[in-house]
């Protein structure tokens, strides 16, 4: 069966705050996924990277899932990423939009939800985690 990645629940991530993800793309990598919410059916934001995936080549989706009902996705332009990389993200919401800040790049999602904290953590995929860090 497909191996679970990293959970972390009982958070308490307020506005302003950040969720440090930093871990290696793996070499073959179709995607991979970082999730933040409240648990798995109830995401402020499911970020996407797919290599080659779902028909999609080089592409980050994003999308919000309520009550496990997938929102609608928003496919961004750019894809900083390459196989093998070694990356840090920072995670970061208020009540207006959730960011993903990379070293060369910034993804903005809407807070659909109008959740105010993160309790879940979830990743995902084709991506090793090396460390996480909550500041
Ligand atoms: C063209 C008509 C069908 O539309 C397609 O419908 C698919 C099913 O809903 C969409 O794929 C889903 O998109 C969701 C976001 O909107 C999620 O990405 C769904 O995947 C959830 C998931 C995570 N995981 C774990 C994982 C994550 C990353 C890599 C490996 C395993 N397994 N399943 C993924 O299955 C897919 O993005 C969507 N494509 C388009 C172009 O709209």
Not at 47 to 67: A, L, M, Q, W, Y
Not at 91 to 119: C, H, Y
Request: glycine share 8%.
């Amino acid at each position: 069966s497909m191996e679970q990645g990293l959970v972390v629940t009982q958070l308490d991530i307020e506005p302003g705050e950040c969720i440090k993800v930093k871990g290696k793309i793996k070499s073959d990598a179709k995607g991979f996924a970082v999730n933040v919410g409240k648990d798995s059916n109830t995401l402020m934001l499911h970020f996407n990277p797919r290599f080659d995936c779902h028909g999609d080549i080089n592409t980050i989706v994003c999308n919000s899932k309520e009550d496990g009902t997938w929102g609608e996705e928003d496919r961004k332009a750019d894809f900083p990423f390459q196989h093998g990389d070694k990356i840090e993200m920072c995670i970061s919401f208020d009540q207006t939009e959730a960011t993903v800040k990379l070293p060369e790049a910034e993804f903005k999602f809407p807070n659909r939800l109008g959740m105010e904290k993160i309790q879940y953590l979830a990743v995902e995929g084709d991506f090793k985690v090396k460390a996480i860090k909550f500041s």
